[in-house]
T-cell receptor
C-alpha cells in the first residue's frame, strides 16, 4: 500500500523569506500524481500544486514550486517570498494513475509566517 | 456551480445515536470520497465511490456506511456513534486524476 510521510509537524518562516516543506512517499508504481494542498484556518482545502510523475520537469505555480525526485520518492514544496496569508496546514497527497482512485494524504505540516 | 456541498457544518451527537452526513456535488464527477481529519493525523479515507452504485472501503471504514444511488449524492451514515468518531469530516469529488474538490467540512462531536 502506498504511504505518504511528512516529517515536519511544524515549520516557521520569516515574511519574504523562502521555506521548503518535505514530503516522501512509498509506492511500487511508476505512474502517479502528487499534490500539495493548503488548509488555512477556514478549514477549506485548497490545491496549491500538482505534479505528474511521468513529467521530469518540476511544477511551478507563481511563488510555489516543487522539487520532485522520483528515484528518491521525494516531493518537497518550496514557498518563495513568504506572505502572512501562506500560514496554514500543508498536506502532501498521492494518487495512483492506475487501478485505485484513492488519494492518500500525509499528516501535514503547520506553517507559521512571522512578521 | 455550487461545487461540493456538505451538511450539516456542525453536529453534536450522544453516544449510540445515529446520523447521516449529506454530500452532494453538481460537477458530474464520477469519483467521490469521504475523509476524516483528526488533529495531527492528516486525512484518512473512510469510503470512496467510482460511480453510482459502486462503493469501496478506505483506510478507516469501521462504524460507517455509505451509498451512491446517484452521481450527485454520496451520504455517509454513522451508526451507534462513539467518542472515537469525533472528528472533522470532509466530502470530496474529482473528475479523474485531476484535483480533489472538497466540501467545507463537518465538525462532529460525540459526547
Amino acid at each position: 500500500a502506498q504511504t505518504v510521510t511528512q516529517s515536519q509537524p511544524e515549520m516557521s518562516v520569516q515574511e519574504a523569506e523562502t521555506v521548503t516543506l518535505s514530503c516522501t512517499y512509498d509506492t511500487s508504481e511508476s505512474d502517479y500524481y502528487l499534490f500539495w494542498y493548503k488548509q488555512p484556518p477556514s478549514r477549506q482545502m485548497i490545491l496549491v500544486i500538482r505534479q505528474e510523475a511521468y513529467k521530469q520537469q518540476n511544477a511551478t505555480e507563481n511563488r510555489f514550486s516543487v522539487n520532485f525526485q522520483k528515484a528518491a520518492k521525494s516531493f518537497s514544496l518550496k514557498i518563495s517570498d513568504s506572505q502572512l496569508g501562506d500560514a496554514a496546514m500543508y498536506f502532501c497527497a498521492y494518487r495512483s494513475a492506475l487501478g485505485t482512485y484513492k488519494y492518500i494524504f500525509g499528516t501535514g505540516t503547520r506553517l507559521k509566517v512571522l512578521a | 456551480n455550487a461545487g461540493v456541498t456538505q451538511t450539516p457544518k456542525f453536529r453534536i451527537l450522544k453516544i449510540g445515536q445515529s446520523m447521516t452526513l449529506q454530500c452532494t456535488q453538481d460537477m458530474n464527477h464520477n469519483y467521490m470520497y469521504w475523509y476524516r481529519q483528526d488533529p495531527g493525523m492528516g486525512l484518512k479515507l473512510i469510503y470512496y465511490s467510482v460511480g453510482a452504485g459502486i462503493t469501496d472501503k478506505g483506510e478507516v471504514p469501521n462504524g460507517y456506511n455509505v451509498s451512491r444511488s446517484t452521481t450527485e449524492d454520496f451520504p455517509l451514515r454513522l451508526e451507534l456513534a462513539a467518542p472515537s468518531q469525533t472528528s472533522v469530516y470532509f466530502c470530496a469529488s474529482s473528475y479523474s486524476e485531476e484535483k480533489l474538490f472538497f466540501g467545507s467540512g463537518t465538525q462532529l462531536s460525540v459526547l
